[in-house]
């Protein structure tokens, strides 16, 4: 039987979110995905075929929501960190059974 543990509340400080900021790409889907600071918080937006831009809401460490767009309303982007502690990919689940990789390839 599995046990779930829920993940504590966290909320980045100011000077935390510039390390998310950045272009992220993958080999899956066409385009990829543009992390960007406004105010006191990040931006998503999907490049591409269309510019849909949602707000990231924190949800767990390196863990936000996208929010505020009807098509991308609760999916999860999981940020990816090396060794080192540097951002260098997300993960989005779009239908909670797998994650597809974006790696990046630029910072804003």
């Known amino acids: 039987m599995s046990e779930w543990v829920r993940l504590a509340d966290w ?3 100011q000077a935390q979110l510039h390390e ?4 992220f790409t ?3 889907l066409l ?3 543009d992390v960007a600071r406004l105010d ?4 998503l937006t999907v490049r591409g075929l269309s510019h849909i831009t949602a707000t990231l809401e924190p ?3 390196d863990v936000f929501e996208a929010a505020g767009v009807p098509n991308l309303d ?3 982007v999981a940020f990816k960190r090396d060794d080192g502690g540097r951002i260098t990919g997300l993960a989005i689940g779009p239908d909670s ?3 597809l990789p974006f790696q990046k390839v630029a910072s804003n």
């Open 97 to 99: 059974l797998h994650e």
């Open 40 to 43: 006191d918080g990040l931006t």
């Open 31 to 33: 385009g990829g995905f």
């Open 74 to 76: 609760g999916l999860l």
């Open 26 to 28: 993958g080999d899956e």
């Open 20 to 23: 998310f900021r950045g272009r």
């Open 11 to 13: 909320k980045p400080v």
């Open 59 to 61: 949800r767990a460490h």
